[in-house]
């Protein structure tokens, strides 16, 4: 089986589609689909989501690109949030949440004081609650390392993890497993497809960040123009979770292995870190 441990599945772009791409992911063998939240407002709608699909489970948490918008009502939601659900099986995890330093409007001393807030805060819900977290990771390691050091260990997900081998070895020191999705099918990411290979197999777990971080086969977007789209190469490019096998393939080229080998390993990595996982079998 193949998990996927991170998909947007009630994103918007599945609108129109939706019971589709949930069949392609059976049909390619994805047996598990981790559903994070990213704000208040699609609390209640990843949860319905989760209990709809049998494959689906679901984490409650404020993304860091939400931060901006959110109150402190926000956090007060989520943990009655996490206190309604907490005797849900299908409830496995804190998030998304984490600290993006890559976009410009992030950065500015306020925002950053903002995030690491919110951050901070949706930790201590982890603790409090004894769940893992879905760590969003975005030229933060350092920052994001920081705040789980603070704390009794937690461990979880480094979703689309690209830092360096050190902080690798830091993050799975702390019971993290790190994310490998579309961005390791690029022949030019060195860094993640090294990583992919250097570090413990034990310590990775498969995902698409659907509809987000598309595979190399289904092109990027610099391959949209205006005749493209109009002949729907932007729906092309959408993610999905079926996809996860061929990830799954590419793993497998870069370490000489068995798609079988790769797809048991990575799945006992997932319910390792994400452990209520496990008890649905």
């Keep these: ?4 441990t991170h998909c947007h599945l009630d994103a918007t772009e599945f609108l129109q589609d939706r ?11 994805v047996g598990r ?29 404020i993304h860091p690109l939400f931060v901006p918008q959110a109150a402190q009502e926000d956090l007060n939601r989520l943990e009655a949030a996490l206190t309604a659900n907490i ?22 001393p306020a925002m950053v004081d903002k995030q690491t807030r919110f951050y901070e805060a949706q930790l201590d819900l982890a603790v409090k ?24 260990l937690i461990g979880g997900t480094a979703h689309a993890f690209n830092g360096s081998f050190q902080q690798a070895q830091q993050f799975i020191g702390l019971g993290f497993a790190l994310g490998m999705g579309g961005a390791m099918t690029f022949e030019r990411a ?9 570090l413990p197999l034990e310590n990775l777990v498969l995902e698409t960040d659907a509809p987000d971080i598309p595979p190399a086969w289904l ?16 729906q092309q490019l959408r993610n999905e979770p079926a996809q996860l096998c061929r990830i799954a393939q590419t793993l497998a080229g870069l370490r000489d292995m068995s798609l ?21 079998c």
């Design 1 to 4: 089986m193949l998990i996927d």
């Design 19 to 29: 019971s589709e791409v949930i069949e392609r992911a059976r049909h390619a063998g």
């Design 33 to 61: 689909i981790v559903i994070p939240a990213v704000e208040a407002g699609n609390f209640e709608e990843v949860r319905q989501l989760a209990h709809a699909v049998p494959e689906a489970v679901y984490a409650l948490g």
């Design 87 to 108: 005797h849900d099986p299908k409830l496995v995890a804190v998030g998304e949440i984490g600290l993006d330093f890559f976009v410009p409007e992030l950065r500015v």
């Design 129 to 152: 609650f004894n769940l893992p977290v879905i760590l969003h990771v975005r030229r933060s390691q350092d920052a994001l390392l920081k705040g789980l050091r603070r704390r009794p």
């Design 190 to 198: 060195l860094r993640i497809r090294r990583l992919a290979t250097q």
């Design 219 to 234: 092109g990027t977007k610099a391959d949209v123009t205006k005749d493209s789209v109009a002949k729907g190469a932007a």
């Design 260 to 280: 079988n080998d790769i797809a048991a390993e990575t799945t006992r990595a997932a319910y390792r870190v994400l452990p209520r996982l496990a008890t649905l």
